[in-house]
């Protein structure tokens, strides 16, 4: 309850980096894996997607590099030795953020109903997103953590910074930082 009391949009942090500990706890909250998958189903993550199709994965821009978040071994992937955070906002006052996620849809994940036209796929990569960033929300609040989700993002240009296939789309991004009130 005192972690929806606190669920804010906060744009302004600390320069200080979340320590290994908090970016560990940040991820898992995101769409950390819940229960293990079985040669009869997939896996289980802490966030809902359409028919189980987990579309999203989520990247994160710290200072050494943009990482790709590997859930199911709850570990980093190196895909970029780059600071690429400035490119996660057209806003000039985020682009400071400590830590940024970049929300990203594996669009041929989506089969059946929910992959059959673009406005679907992103009507379930939306959602998913959606709630994923709420369990981000939802851990900053109770870490004392500042966090913001961006939708004014220059898709084009961060998908070819980071070399993303076709079939992958950007859908928003989010800014995390230490709070700067005590």
């Known amino acids: 309850m005192k972690a929806l009391q606190l669920r804010r949009t906060k744009r302004k942090w600390k320069d200080d980096d979340l ?26 993550r802490t966030v809902p ?31 970029k030795e780059m600071d690429i955070r400035e490119h996660l906002t057209n806003q000039k006052m985020m682009k400071n953020m400590p830590v940024g996620l970049i929300y990203v849809s594996d669009y041929s994940k989506l089969k059946g109903y929910v992959g059959t036209d673009d406005s679907r796929k992103l009507f379930v990569a939306g959602t998913e997103t ?37 079939f992958e789309n950007i859908i928003y991004t989010q800014a995390v930082g230490k709070s700067s009130a005590p």
């Open 19 to 44: 320590s290994i500990q908090e970016i560990s706890n940040l991820l898992w909250a995101a769409c950390g894996q819940t229960m293990l998958g079985t040669p009869k189903s997939k896996s289980r």
């Open 49 to 79: 997607s359409g028919r189980n199709s987990q579309t999203i994965k989520v990247y994160i821009a710290l200072c050494t590099g943009l990482y790709e978040y590997n859930e199911k071994k709850h570990l980093l992937i190196l895909k």
């Open 130 to 166: 959606g709630f994923i960033s709420q369990n981000v929300y939802l851990y900053c609040a109770s870490a004392n953590l500042n966090t913001a989700v961006i939708g004014l993002v220059n898709r084009e240009k961060l998908h070819n910074i980071m070399a993303l296939n076709d």
